[in-house]
């Protein structure tokens, strides 16, 4: 099976603070994606990345960035926290193909910024 | 742009009753198209999948089939459970096949 781990379950950070989610799949998958999920929103896509230090812009950027060094690991970094950024963060990965290959998500990392 | 309608929940049911949650899609060419399940505490699981208009994707006692011709993807089962309760979530790739678009989420609660 297919495993997706996320650092932390749990995070508490403050206002102005760098904040690093850690992601890491153990299927060689090349694409990876980050989420965060809202009440009444849904999901919505952030950044994803299909290859090694390679990244694209979701619909939600700003405020975030990405880093992906190694295959199996994608972070996602909050630059400067700031209250509005407290939320659920999902980290999904698939292989590649036409769209048409399921995404495999982890846990969540619940993220609350004081 | 691509995007996906799902109904409002919550969707409050007794166990053993038929089950329909909504989803429609807006879309330019022919995505797939996605059922995905979030039990409580735990990230999305997919529970069903179709590629292409009349498929029909089924799994756990649960179908939806790809209806091209009305855009909808709506997901039933015959008899629920209360391990059912969960939060269900439409899902499209988007145009370039390189991301999922997700719908609002419906949530189920179902009692015995």
């Known amino acids: 099976d297919v495993k997706v781990t996320q650092s932390s379950r749990y995070l508490v950070k403050r206002t102005g603070e760098k904040v690093f989610l850690e992601c890491v799949q153990d299927?060689?998958?090349?694409?990876m994606f980050w989420y965060r999920q809202d009440p009444g929103l849904g999901l919505r896509l952030i950044y994803f990345?299909?290859?090694?230090?390679?990244?694209e812009k979701g619909d939600i950027p700003e405020g975030y960035s990405v880093s992906r060094e190694k295959k199996e690991r994608f972070s996602l970094i909050l630059e400067s926290a700031s209250t509005n950024q407290t939320s659920m963060y999902l980290c999904?990965?698939?292989?590649?193909?036409?769209?048409?290959?399921?995404?495999?998500f982890g846990d969540g990392t619940r993220l609350s910024i004081l | 742009g691509d995007s996906v309608t799902q109904m409002e929940g919550p969707v409050t049911l007794s166990e053993e009753a038929f089950l329909t949650i909504n989803c429609t899609y807006t879309?330019?060419?022919?995505?797939?198209l996605f059922w995905y399940v979030q039990y409580p505490g735990e990230g999305l699981q997919l529970l069903l999948k179709?590629?292409?208009?009349?498929d029909k994707g089924s799994n756990k006692g649960f179908e939806a089939t790809y209806r091209k011709e009305t855009t909808s993807f709506h997901l039933e089962k015959g008899s629920v459970q209360v391990s059912d309760s969960a939060v269900y979530f439409c899902?499209?790739?988007?145009?370039?096949?390189?991301?999922?678009?997700f719908g609002k989420g419906t949530t189920l609660s179902v009692s015995s």
């Open positions: 999904a990965s698939s292989s590649p193909g036409q769209g048409n290959q399921p995404q495999h």
């Open positions: 879309a330019t060419g022919y995505p797939s």
């Open positions: 299927m060689d998958h090349e694409n």
């Open positions: 990345s299909y290859d090694v230090k390679m990244k």
């Open positions: 179709a590629t292409k208009a009349d």
């Open positions: 899902a499209l790739t988007n145009q370039a096949g390189t991301a999922l678009i």
